[in-house]
């Protein structure tokens, strides 16, 4: 009697089995099973351990939610627009909307409504960032499982999620980790587009960047170059079409990039508020000067004249990314990306035009070469967490070319006995593995090196480099020569702790210390401009209620010590973004030259017109009980004060000079239009005005105005004071 036994199951290339696969009854059932368990042709640990670096990632994004302060700049302007639709679609910093910050809203937009549906406080506004975060780790698996398989996407996953600068980046609100996310949502469309060659991805890939230069301008842009290339070298189509389809892409993103900005420019702007960062009230001057060629050039007489260069990663150079500064937040995995991807494209040069592994290198070699040529020598204002776009490009280039290097090395090893017909011209290449593997394992030690002393975590990780790369390397190398094919895949697992523990070891500091809210670095500080501590901005109240709604409505943070977000005391030197003033090295509650700031509502300050005056909590109480109907509570000088003031009050405060204090947002006439309306009664100035029109303003007030005398600096104002 015959009996029909089951086929064996499939196997892979490396002589592993897949899993038989799963009855298709196409139902919900089989769908949840396949979201669990992964794909039949997928090994069998390959879900689960995304799973697991999701659920990793999660909590180093996550973790200690109470303890996120965030960026003052952006959580009021957050705050302002759950308070008027207005200001929500301007991206106004007060609720009034007498300016902007100094980017455009989108990302303001997903935290706003966020805190539109569950209330305005911290982990309401930290649920978008742990969401696109998380996301963005499932995305480039994806990317990369798609071409390269589940090993390189596995690896790829753990790199991103393990970049230091990204896990504190994504423990904030600045608006990065929205951008990485837009991109590879761009990067996701265009491959597709590749492959198919059909029209409608690289349209949705057009709509995604035009979204990411919605959130932070044009360095959305980096990648486009990238992007170009791929497409028009290696899509699966004839030329006049990719030409024709990139025509049609073009305008998608011209269009779904430009629109916000035609909108706002088109209104008048005596019906909108101010755009702050621009020279002459205008989104296009934002994009092409402070956010566009300021950032490259630093300043200079034309356009882009205020991108003042103030550098918080150190001075411009090809060497930047490996500096003090910015080595321990992203260059741990350059050396082995770098060598991967010279490797990988010797490895498919003779691979047809549309080999999807070759594209898929281009655009990641691209992605990570541009961005590092554009941040190491841009001389304008530069954060270190800027770089954190740049880490897409380096985790899919580690585990995409980690793989492929990886099989040349078995290919041209003698442990494996392939036969010479079957060998390829990755025998050549055999020699990449270990040199790559060797150059990053001591980067990491020399790193690691560099804040000995800072802890047992980074001393163990030192070693754990040390021990694992050399251990890598060797068994590598005697592998080679000694037919030990399992040796092999032992040496590449050490191969991956040694490049990971760096990392690891920052990102895990970065997740359960308290960082800098407006300028987040992850590891010990090693004497830049960025660091941990130094209080980078309030955080937003617990609750659903908002700002000085505490219990007996004390203003936030009043008498517990808590910090108040401002900078330290050299307001003068601060720049955009949010950056930090200072060495940002001052620990939480403690000013750059070592005094404590008290606790109590007296002792917190927020800097003022001129960096001479104080605004302190009982000035906020004084100002909130003699508002007497006025539209804004206060104006002074610029956003760090004004932001401050808005999360303490829970009102609208004017910031007359930006972010800087050289914004001409303020005129003489429009302070004058302001009293005599009754929506402004109260002004702060100091000794001296910033800029010849608030230099003016300082003079009129102070000559007409009626000093508060518990209060340096601050004037009361009334109609019947305009002449």
Do not use: C
């Amino acid at each position: 009697m015959t009996t029909l036994a089951p086929p064996p199951a499939p196997v892979r290339a490396d002589g592993a089995r897949h899993r038989s696969a799963p009855p298709a009854d196409g139902g919900l059932a089989s769908r949840a099973r396949r979201l669990f368990t992964g794909a039949p042709e997928d090994p069998r640990w390959a879900r689960p351990a995304l799973w697991a670096i999701l659920v990793l990632a999660t909590a180093l994004y996550a973790w200690n939610l109470s303890s996120i302060t965030g960026n003052t700049f952006y959580d009021a302007a957050v705050y302002s627009g759950t308070k008027s639709w207005k200001a929500f679609f301007f991206g106004a910093l007060d609720a009034g909307s007498f300016i902007t910050v100094d980017k455009p809203p989108f990302a303001l937009w997903v935290m706003g409504l966020s805190a539109r549906a569950f209330g305005y406080g911290t982990w309401q506004l930290m649920l978008p960032m742990v969401a696109v975060g998380t996301g963005s780790v499932a995305l480039l698996y994806r990317l990369v499982k798609r071409d390269f398989g589940a090993v390189a996407a596995t690896i790829s996953a753990l790199a991103l999620t393990l970049t230091p600068i990204t896990v504190a980046i994504t423990r904030d609100t600045n608006p990065d980790p929205i951008l990485v996310f837009l991109m590879l949502l761009g990067a996701a469309a265009l491959l597709k587009s590749v492959r198919t060659g059909r029209l409608m991805p690289l349209v949705w890939s057009g709509v995604a960047i035009g979204f990411a230069f919605n959130t932070k301008m044009m360095q959305a842009y980096v990648v486009l170059p990238a992007f170009f290339l791929v497409y028009l070298w290696a899509a699966n189509a004839s030329l006049g079409k990719r030409i024709r389809n990139l025509a049609v892409g073009t305008v998608a993103l011209i269009v779904s990039s430009a629109w916000w900005m035609v909108v706002v420019d088109l209104i008048p702007a005596s019906s909108r508020p101010y755009i702050g960062g621009s020279t002459d009230n205008t989104v296009w001057d934002l994009v092409i000067g402070y956010n566009g060629f300021g950032r490259i050039f630093g300043a200079s007489s034309s356009v882009g004249s205020q991108g003042n260069g103030a550098s918080f990663g150190g001075e411009a150079g090809l060497y930047r990314m490996f500096n003090d500064t910015m080595g321990g937040q992203i260059s741990w995995l350059i050396p082995f990306a770098a060598i991967a991807l010279v490797a990988g494209l010797v490895l498919r040069g003779r691979a047809p035009r549309t080999d999807a592994r070759r594209a898929a290198l281009m655009l990641w070699g691209g992605w990570f070469v541009l961005h590092y040529l554009i941040f190491a020598l841009a001389e304008g204002t530069f954060h270190p967490y800027y770089v954190t776009a740049m880490a897409p490009g380096i985790a899919a280039l580690t585990g995409a070319g980690g793989v492929m290097l990886y099989n040349a090395f078995r290919n041209g090893s003698a442990a494996v006995e392939v036969p010479r017909a079957e060998r390829s011209r990755d025998w050549g290449m055999g020699w990449a593995l270990p040199a790559a593997v060797a150059a990053s394992s001591v980067w990491a030690v020399v790193l690691l090196q560099r804040v000995s002393g800072s802890g047992t975590l980074y001393t163990v990780a030192e070693v754990v480099a040390g021990v694992a790369g050399a251990a890598s390397v060797i068994g590598l190398l005697v592998a080679r020569f000694t037919k030990r094919q399992r040796l092999i895949g032992v040496a590449a697992l050490a191969a991956v702790v040694a490049l990971l523990a760096g990392p690891a070891a920052y990102s895990a500091s970065a997740a359960t210390s308290s960082t800098n809210g407006t300028n987040p670095t992850a590891g010990p500080s090693t004497g830049g401009m960025g660091g941990m501590g130094g209080g980078g901005g309030q955080r937003p109240s617990g609750a659903g209620g908002g700002p000085g709604t505490n219990s007996g409505d004390v203003p936030s943070g009043s008498g517990d010590g808590q910090e108040t977000g401002q900078p330290p005391s050299n307001s003068g030197d601060s720049t955009d973004d949010g950056g930090s003033t200072g060495s940002g090295t001052a620990e939480s509650g403690t000013t750059e030259s070592g005094t404590s700031e008290s606790g109590s509502a007296e002792g917190r300050t927020a800097g003022g017109m001129g960096g001479g005056t104080q605004v302190s909590s009982a000035m906020i109480t004084y100002l909130k009980k003699n508002q007497d109907g006025a539209s804004w509570l206060v104006a002074v000088a610029t956003d760090q004060t004004a932001s401050s003031i808005i999360l303490e009050s829970g009102e609208p405060v004017i910031s007359m000079g930006g972010w800087s204090g050289s914004d001409n947002a303020m005129t003489l006439a429009k302070l004058k239009s302001l009293v005599k309306a009754g929506k402004l009664h109260y002004i702060v100035v100091g000794d001296s005005g910033q800029g010849s029109s608030n230099s003016e303003i300082s003079t009129w007030v102070k000559a007409n105005g009626t000093a508060v005398s518990d209060y340096s600096g601050l004037y009361r104002l009334d109609a019947s004071d305009v002449g």
